[in-house]
C-alpha cells in the first residue's frame, strides 16, 4: 500500500511543482527494476490511473525517459511525467530560475547567520538547530528545482566538440 501511495504522491507531486492543471489527464512512466514492486503496481493500476489522473501509465525496467520530462524518486523506482504539450516550457524554465534565485537568497542569509559567531554564541541551541534545519532544506529545494530544470533542457550531444577560433 505504501509503495501505491509513493507512486501516486509523487506523480501528483509533479503535476503540482510544474503547473500542470488537475483536472488534466497525463501519462506517466516508472522504471521498475525490481519483479515484486513492477507485479504490484500492475495490480494496482486502476487506482494509481485514477488517484493520478493519468491517461496512460507505462512501467518495466527497460522504460526510456522521455526529454522533456520531470522526474521524482520513489525509493528504487524513477517515475517520470513527459512535459511535451503540456506547458510552455520557456515559461517553465523562466519559472524555475526564478524561484532557483530566490531561494539562492534565502541560502545565503541563512549562512550568514550560521557563519556568525555572535548568533552562535548568543543564540539558544534549538534557534541554531532549526537555522541548520532550514538551510539543510533550502538546499534540497534548490537541488530539486535544479533538477526539475535539467530535465527540460534537450540531452547534450556526446561526441561532439566546439571549436573555437
Do not use: C, H
Request: proline content about 5%; cysteine-free.
Amino acid at each position: 500500500m505504501a509503495l501505491i501511495i509513493g507512486v501516486t504522491t509523487s506523480i501528483r507531486n509533479i503535476r503540482s511543482e510544474t503547473g500542470i492543471v488537475p483536472q488534466k489527464r497525463i501519462e506517466a512512466i516508472l522504471k521498475i527494476k525490481r519483479k515484486e514492486e513492477l507485479e504490484t503496481l500492475e495490480r494496482n493500476t486502476p487506482y494509481i490511473r485514477n488517484l493520478a489522473r493519468l491517461s496512460k501509465i507505462e512501467m518495466g525496467p527497460d522504460v526510456a525517459k522521455p526529454i522533456p520530462s520531470a522526474s521524482a524518486l520513489i525509493v528504487e523506482i524513477e517515475a517520470w511525467v513527459p512535459l511535451k504539450g503540456l506547458i510552455d516550457l520557456e515559461k517553465e524554465k523562466e519559472r524555475l530560475k526564478r524561484q532557483m534565485d530566490k531561494i539562492e537568497e534565502e541560502l545565503e542569509g541563512a549562512r550568514e547567520k550560521l557563519k556568525s559567531k555572535d548568533f552562535l554564541s548568543k543564540a539558544p541551541e534549538k534557534v541554531i538547530a532549526k537555522e541548520r534545519e532550514k538551510e539543510r532544506e533550502l538546499k534540497e529545494r534548490w537541488e530539486r528545482l535544479k533538477k526539475n530544470l535539467e530535465s527540460l533542457q534537450p540531452p547534450r550531444r556526446r561526441g561532439t566538440r566546439k571549436i573555437v577560433n
